[in-house]
């Protein structure tokens, strides 16, 4: 069956730094565009990057731009976060999703604290 599983979330000081992977399997992770959402306390779910399914489109909403970068490993069937100078503001759980036309699969999402 499909499954997304995200990693790499935790407690991190302001300032730095966090890679979330999020390992695919079930489907076939090439030619499906994958996105990070993140959802913080009390708000509604917000699209933070996406990808092409070739890795060469790349989407930022504009709070994380230049800080985060999103990639993908077509072998490895995963797609990665890496966030850099993370802000208290980018507190919130992350979940990763593989969308191709109407078909959307979602992950459980992984926890990311900034805090000091």
């Known amino acids: 069956q499909v499954q997304l599983v995200e990693s790499g979330g935790g407690l991190v000081q302001p300032g730095g730094s966090l890679r979330l992977s999020c390992a695919a399997s079930?489907?076939?992770?090439?030619?499906?565009?994958m996105r990070w959402y993140r959802q913080a306390p009390g708000k509604e779910r917000e699209l933070v990057a996406a990808?092409?399914?070739?890795?060469?489109?790349?989407n930022y909403v504009d709070s994380v731009k230049g800080r985060f970068t999103i990639s993908r490993d077509n072998v490895k069937n995963t797609v990665y976060l890496q966030m850099n100078s993370l802000k208290p503001e980018d507190t919130a759980v992350y979940y990763c999703?593989?969308?191709?036309?109407?078909?959307?699969?979602w992950g459980q999402g992984t926890q990311v604290t900034v805090s000091s």
């Open positions: 999703s593989a969308k191709r036309n109407e078909y959307e699969y």
């Open positions: 079930g489907f076939t992770f090439s030619i499906y565009a």
């Open positions: 990808i092409g399914s070739a890795g060469t489109s790349k």
